[in-house]
């Protein structure tokens, strides 16, 4: 009797330390932030980014700023009309000239609208 009721606590225990832990931890959330997004141009401009990394990131919405979304936004509309999908495997450009130009400025706009939040 008394090592059911041994087991019996160490079981409570752990099932209770498990069900404590579980409630006061958060979700991990990830959010985007400029320096993300500038990144990822960044690497599209040179040719290094993968079509993976692109959908991953311009994919998925930006809820805690507008701005950004609407720069991602912007960018899946670039990929849209100037996407060269099927070229990436062959080390080409994620984007024909004209999308690369524009890609470009939107690049340098989103710096120069962070590095203005930033002072």
Not at 5 to 16: D, E, N, Q, S
Not at 88 to 100: E, M, V
Request: glycine share 6%; charged share 25%; hydrophobic share 40%.
């Amino acid at each position: 009797m008394a090592l059911y009721l041994l087991v019996l606590g160490v079981c409570l225990l752990v099932i209770g330390s498990v069900l404590i832990i579980l409630m006061t931890t958060s979700t991990p959330r990830y959010r985007t932030e400029p320096k993300d997004l500038l990144a990822l141009f960044d690497k599209a401009l040179e040719s290094r980014v993968s079509e993976t990394e692109w959908n991953a990131m311009i994919g998925y919405p930006i809820r805690h700023d507008e701005y950004l979304d609407g720069v991602r936004r912007r960018a899946s509309q670039l990929m849209e009309e100037y996407g060269r999908r099927w070229q990436i495997a062959q080390g080409k450009p994620l984007l024909n000239t004209a999308g690369q130009q524009e890609l470009q400025a939107l690049r340098d706009h989103l710096a120069a609208h962070t590095a203005l939040r930033q002072r």
